[in-house]
């Protein structure tokens, strides 16, 4: 083998839900090394939504974690270079790299968002995706969109 398999990195669960899959997150949001600031967003989104959320017995984090994985995408296509042109790849992702995908798509779709906050950009943003729509689960079918279109060309994965 070429390539030396890296460690899994671990991390800490966060101190108010005591899940490392927030810590997770919340490093994904983080600029500048602010982790403070990044806890805060992610804590008042939760709170946002436990405002937003009227008849749903689901806590916060639960409608947190059911939005990420509607966001989270199966498969990604890959440029590949055959002969003079580029030809989009479809191959699958791996389980690790789908969560990081997800988390980076809500992120950004958030931050396009007009709300006036960053928290409650990212309580919107997560609501929706929990719902099955908004701009995150719509970026995530144009890429299960363009690996179904080049579906021809999968067997170039190697």
Same mark, same amino acid.
């Given at each position: ?6 460690k899994?990195k671990?991390? &800490?669960? /966060?101190?108010k839900?005591n /899940?490392?899959?927030?810590?997770? &997150?919340?490093?994904?949001i $983080? ?6 600031? !990044? ?5 008042? =989104? ?6 937003? #959320?009227?008849?749903e017995?689901?806590? =916060?984090l639960?409608? *947190?974690?059911?939005?990420l ?32 995908k997800? $988390? ?5 779709? =958030? ?7 960053m928290?409650?950009?990212? !309580?919107y943003?997560i *609501?929706?995706? &929990?719902?099955?729509?908004?701009? =995150?689960v719509?970026? #995530? ?13 999968s067997? &170039?994965r190697?």
């Amino acid at each position: 083998m070429r390539k030396v398999k890296k460690k899994e990195k671990v991390y &800490f669960p /966060d101190p108010k839900f005591n /899940d490392p899959l927030v810590t997770r &997150f919340v490093n994904h949001i $983080m600029k500048n090394g602010k982790k403070n600031i !990044a806890y805060n967003i992610f804590y008042n =989104a939760m709170n946002k939504i436990d405002i937003i #959320k009227e008849k749903e017995e689901k806590s =916060a984090l639960e409608i *947190w974690k059911e939005g990420l994985k509607n966001v989270t995408p199966h498969v990604e296509v890959i440029s590949r270079r055959m002969g003079g042109s580029n030809i989009q790849v479809p191959a699958p992702i791996s389980s690790n790299s789908k969560i990081t995908k997800a $988390m980076k798509l809500l992120i950004s779709c =958030a931050s396009i968002r007009t709300e006036k906050t960053m928290a409650n950009k990212l !309580a919107y943003e997560i *609501w929706d995706a &929990f719902q099955e729509q908004g701009e =995150a689960v719509k970026r #995530k079918e144009n890429i299960h969109k363009m690996a179904e279109a080049n579906k021809a060309f999968s067997h &170039f994965r190697f």
